[in-house]
């Protein structure tokens, strides 16, 4: 069997546009490409346009991706490992409803829980998988050592730090700000010194920071869970104009 390019989006959930676009970028070739300009696409490029978006929700971008789809040979042996990852998520998100509806029965009733069952499904390591995807198994390891090394006292602090530039942002995009503006531009750089600050990725490494930050921005745009750190497509697309405008003049 094989089906139209407007058949393939309408199934997927995507656009026309997006998958002439993963052709241009050398992810997804049609099968053939009739008399009349139409392209198809038989079964095996449906389960290459799976394993894309799959990445895709990882945040991956696409020359990201296309690396690992040629390492990654095996099709099968690579949707029975991310098929474990979100199985694993999937525990996780789980593990950690029951954990908030039990704090909340807690407060509401008075009930007695434990501070393991209140933390059940907040480990860090949860997303190791997501990570050692996107920038290896070293860029995970490392950071894994400098989150363990961390006292609990300078875990809050991280954490307020990451709190205060994401409300920050919000306040900047709220307000109207353009991205090249003096508030922008000094969020971007506290934005650039906080990824640099982060053992294992290319940004702490010095490797291709300029491609990182933008890919980065990209990123927070494209995956709903980082975007509504800040505020939602709209912010994310402030915080993305704004780090480009940065690290095409500093990068």
Known sequence: MEWSIQQIAKIAGT???????????GLLAPTRIGANGYRFYDETALVRLQRI????????????????????????????????WLTSERSRIERRIRAVEGTIRMRREGTAMTAEEMFDGFDHTAHRDEVEARWGR?????????????????????????ASLSRDWQSAAEAGAEPSSEQAQELARRHVEWLRSVPGTPAAE??????????????????????????????????????????????
């Not at 656009?15 to 970028?25: F, K, P, Q, V």
């Not at 070293?138 to 990451?162: F, I, K, L």
């Not at 980065?216 to 704004?242: H, P, W």
């Open 15 to 25: 656009t026309s546009r997006t998958l002439r676009h993963y052709g241009a970028e």
């Open 206 to 251: 010095g490797r291709d920071l300029r491609g990182y930050v933008l890919g980065l921005g990209e990123m927070y745009v494209a995956d709903d869970r980082f975007a509504k750190n800040y505020g939602g497509a709209s912010g994310a697309a402030f915080v993305r104009d704004a780090l480009r405008v940065y690290a095409e003049a500093h990068l």
């Open 138 to 162: 070293d860029a995970y390891a490392a950071g894994d050592r400098w989150w363990r090394g961390m006292s609990e006292d300078e875990r809050r602090q991280w954490q307020q730090r990451v």
């Open 53 to 84: 978006l799959l990445l895709r929700e990882l945040g991956l971008p696409l020359p990201r991706i296309r690396e690992v789809l040629d390492r990654e040979g095996d099709e099968e042996a690579a949707l029975s490992a991310h098929l474990g």
